[in-house]
């Protein structure tokens, strides 16, 4: 735990000293596609997208819709490198909703996504899998850089979640599905943003931890034949958003929480970065790396590397 921690600080000091300059803040519109192995489960959420900043220019409210839809296909015929034909598809959906008014400002981000790929052999797998809605509340201190804020969030899932590292005679090992798990996170504390790219907030939490399926029960840090699970603690996070180039972004984010009741060491982390190329106006490309530590699901660090590309259409 301590090696993938000092890691994880030299990580997000590259990050944040390399691309430190001041720019411009834009809306995030974000892709992903491909899963190996493992279905995504809830616990393997990026959190790109539910970082909301409502502008210190805006007045009244703002609404913002996109839509995405990717895909990817491969097709071998008497290849002498082999392959396995394939075809995926994922449909994305972000709406935020921002309001400002004086000192009080209001943000609310729904991230809806599904993806599924079909593999020559193997079946149909899901690639993508997320429901989330994320509330934030905040007043602004005499020092605009300064807030006290409020955050209620939700995550779960649309559908069945498979491990397929399993023995071919063996059918693959059910590990989520919709419900199972859900959390629910309320976060009050104060908020520091020097610069429109960058945010720095810590405050006391509260999480739920819903599985409606016992058989998870215990995947999910609950005990045997329980379904839920409430925890006090404390959350820590820092968010970058910024242009590197004219037309690339990078989204960094790292989140923490802590469970006052257990060992620090049990900290949940997420580290997720993001580059995002624009090709043209409906037409973007990303690269997307996570690292999660949650010692519920084990105490494994968890990796997520996505390379997508896919069309994306603003309907507000």
């Not at 504390?189 to 215990?218: N, R």
């Not at 190329?277 to 105490?299: A, E, P, T």
Request: glycine letters at 6%; a neutral charge.
């Amino acid at each position: 735990m301590k090696r993938y921690i000092s890691v994880f600080f030299l990580l997000l000091c590259y990050v944040f000293i390399s691309v430190f300059p001041v720019y411009g803040q834009e809306a995030i519109e974000i892709s992903e596609i491909l899963k190996d192995k493992k279905d995504i489960s809830v616990s393997d959420m990026s959190r790109i997208n539910s970082k909301v900043v409502v502008s210190d220019t805006l007045q009244g409210w703002q609404l913002d819709w996109v839509g995405g839809l990717n895909g990817a296909q491969a097709a071998y015929n008497n290849w002498s490198q082999g392959g396995v034909n394939t075809i995926s598809i994922t449909a994305s959906t972000v709406y935020n909703m921002k309001y400002r008014h004086n000192k009080f400002a209001y943000a609310l981000a729904t991230n809806l996504k599904y993806g599924k790929a079909k593999l020559e052999g193997q079946g149909t797998r899901k690639t993508d899998d997320r429901i989330a809605v994320n509330n934030k509340f905040s007043y602004l201190f005499s020092d605009d850089s300064w807030s006290a804020f409020g955050n209620i969030n939700f995550n779960t899932q649309f559908d069945q979640g498979f491990d397929y590292n399993v023995p071919d005679d063996q059918e693959p090992i059910l590990i989520s599905k919709f419900f199972a798990p859900a959390y629910f996170t309320e976060i009050a504390g104060i908020g520091y943003s020097p610069a429109d790219y960058f945010t720095a907030e810590a405050g006391l939490a509260m999480k739920q931890t819903i599985v409606t399926d016992t058989t998870l029960s215990t995947r999910y840090g609950l005990k045997p034949g329980n379904k839920f699970r409430f925890e006090p603690g404390y959350s820590i996070a820092l968010n970058l958003e910024k242009k590197v180039v004219s037309n690339v972004k990078l989204i960094s984010s790292v989140e923490t929480f802590t469970n006052m009741q257990r060992h620090i060491d049990n900290t949940d982390i997420n580290f997720s970065n993001e580059l995002i190329g624009k090709i043209n106006g409906f037409m973007n490309m990303s690269l997307q790396f996570v690292m999660i530590y949650d010692s519920d699901f084990n105490r494994k660090v968890q990796i997520k590397q996505v390379l997508s590309a896919g069309l994306s259409v603003s309907i507000l």
